[in-house]
């Protein structure tokens, strides 16, 4: 069983009309364990007190590369922030051919570098893209084997690539790289809306059975989009996890 923590862009829709204080708290009421958020600035240590005074945590950080530019701002947050995990993505452009991920791969292991010395790591959040082939490979698999240091905040609904690949093998297979799991479940149809977690087509619990305790930290709920109300799904995805015994019960 692992904590549930939650990537606050499923709620995006709501920062406007409700603000980030009543977000937080409308999370921490649902049960979560943790956030996952994106812009902590100014003050990322008095974002991760509100956090707390709330009773969860930040369990990692979707923040900018941590190229020249940003390391040392990186570094900082995500010590302010006390996590260990810090996230990155990429798009399309960016694995279509060879020459492409290999250019991503030398600006990962760059960035791999750059926090390991700091004590962190660098995970990558996939979309489905990764999971199509290029020149008869996976471009996930290329990227990982051109950077063994890489760690994966997988995406469990991208990595299928809608049906294309078995994700329950891909996290057995990549488990050791593995200390997120960006749990979200859906119709596996293109741009179809998401759904709820345990109401789409993955099958959940087979998922994350299979992946390596003593290397996943974090289930992070995600959803892109829904075909319900946010909210109640965001509800019914942590009841989920618990219920079927995924989720550790909060402390």
Known sequence: MY????????VRQYLESEGPEA????????????????????????YLRRVKDLGMTVSSWFGPFPDAEHVNEVIDTAKALEVENVVCGFWIPDFESIEAIGRTAEKLREGIHAL??????????????????????????????????????????WASNFGAIDAQTVVRTRSDCIP????????????????????????????????????????VVE?????TDMWTAVEESVAYLRRFGLAAPRA
Not at 3 to 10: A, D, F, G
Not at 33 to 40: H, I, N, S, W
Not at 195 to 216: M, R, S
């Open 3 to 10: 904590p549930v923590s939650i990537q606050l862009y499923t």
């Open 23 to 46: 977000i937080l708290n409308h999370i921490a009421k649902a049960g979560y364990d943790a956030v996952e958020p994106g812009e902590v600035s100014p003050d990322p240590a008095g």
């Open 116 to 157: 390991h010395s700091a004590g962190l790591n660098l995970c990558m959040h996939n979309h489905w893209f990764e999971f199509d082939l290029v020149d008869g490979q996976l471009a996930m698999d290329r990227l990982l084997n051109a950077c063994p240091g890489l760690k994966l905040e997988l995406d469990i609904y």
């Open 180 to 219: 997120l799991l960006h749990v979200k479940d859906g119709p596996l149809v293109k741009d179809e809306p998401q759904t709820a977690v345990g109401q789409g087509k993955l099958d959940i619990p087979a998922i994350i059975n299979v992946a390596d305790p003593k290397v996943l930290k974090w289930l």
């Open 223 to 227: 959803l892109d989009n829904c075909a």
